[in-house]
């Protein structure tokens, strides 16, 4: 089969063009023909050599896929040979076939095309984890989403408004801030321009929000403590402003805020398993209800991905980088 692989550290070049021999699933798992892959953040951090690869996972980069299932052990499972699906996998998206676990492969939503499912399963799955799983958003809180244009952003905002929820962003141009709030954001604020705990506060009345995604860290840390509510919580989710912050733990204890981080890849089968049953139970019936709708930027062929990092290490793209296998 055709793949990207690594074929060192380094830029986008080192993306290259490779013959690999077609993976074998095992018990639990079936092959995927592949017809799109999403492009992550957490590609390029394993291209850099920042991501390390969880062991017996794939080498090459790709953490979503969406296809037609042609082989595995279907036996008693709720997928048939032929069935069109996506699915969160560890690696080895960015390729003409994938195996992928039979509990992380969600159905492609009716009416949509299967490049427009690749887009779901990364940041689909770590919306639901972090936002509403481990930050536990719910009844009629409000979220703040860091970085609201990006692939993630873009999933938690329209989930989040979906969902009943109050959702401000930040973005880095007026552009992105109305692309925000045309999928839902109360406001779009332009961090470049404008304080966004000050807009949070004067926005919430005083009160700040209850919940943050951010996947920035660094320096916004102490700003984001000063928009949360009382019980508000930050959910972390990636380190793009730096991994050192001073924090004014006075507040945190005086105001029983909680800050969290997670990482979703080399979490067990069984808890994204479970995140995947979350989704289908409650997410999905939105997709079909056409609620949420795929954000996609701009779509490369695979032997252009080198292209699409660069692309994404741009920050020029609203929503999400795919590649047409």
Same mark, same amino acid.
């Given at each position: 089969m055709r793949a990207i692989e690594i074929t060192q550290f380094g830029g986008p070049e080192v993306l290259q063009l490779c013959e690999r021999p077609r993976p074998v699933p095992k018990s639990g798992e079936v092959l995927i023909k592949v017809h799109a892959a999403g492009i992550n953040r957490p590609?390029?951090?394993? $291209?850099?050599?920042?991501?390390p690869v969880p062991p017996g996972a794939s080498d090459l980069p790709g953490l979503e896929v969406a296809g037609e299932i042609v082989g595995g052990d279907l036996t008693g499972q709720p997928f048939l040979r032929g069935d069109l699906v996506c699915a969160l996998v560890q690696g080895g998206g960015y390729a003409e076939y994938c195996v992928a676990p039979i509990s992380?492969?969600?159905?492609?939503?009716?009416?949509?095309?299967?490049?427009?499912?690749?887009?779901?399963?990364?940041?689909?799955?770590?919306?639901?984890?972090?936002?509403?799983? $481990?930050?536990?958003?719910?009844?009629?809180?409000?979220?703040?989403?860091?970085?609201?244009?990006?692939?993630?952003?873009?999933?938690?905002?329209?989930m989040a408004v979906a969902l009943g929820h109050r959702v401000f962003a930040t973005a880095g141009s007026e552009e992105k801030c109305r692309a925000c709030e045309a999928l839902g954001a109360e406001l779009g604020i332009n961090y470049r321009t404008q304080d966004f705990a000050a807009v949070i506060k004067d926005k919430t009345g005083g009160k700040g929000v209850d919940v943050i995604l951010d996947m920035v860290g660094g320096d916004y840390l102490p700003r984001e403590i000063n928009c949360l509510a009382d019980d508000g919580r930050i959910a972390l989710i990636a380190l793009l402003g730096g991994a050192k912050a001073e924090l004014d733990l006075g507040q945190v204890l005086r105001r029983r805020l909680t800050i969290s981080g997670s990482t979703l890849r080399p979490r067990s089968l069984a808890f994204k398993a479970a995140i995947a049953q979350h989704l289908l139970n409650t997410v999905w019936p939105l997709l079909t209800q056409k609620k949420i709708k795929p954000v996609i930027f701009r779509s490369f062929p695979l032997e252009q991905a080198a292209d699409a990092h660069t692309l994404m290490e741009s920050s020029a793209h609203v929503g999400k980088i795919m590649l047409q296998v």
């Open positions: 590609d390029v951090f394993q $291209r850099t050599g920042n991501y992380q492969c969600l159905p492609v939503p009716p009416g949509w095309t299967a490049l427009e499912a690749a887009s779901l399963p990364e940041t689909f799955f770590t919306v639901w984890s972090n936002v509403f799983d $481990r930050a536990h958003l719910s009844g009629k809180e409000t979220l703040l989403v860091q970085g609201g244009s990006s692939g993630i952003g873009v999933t938690a905002i329209q």
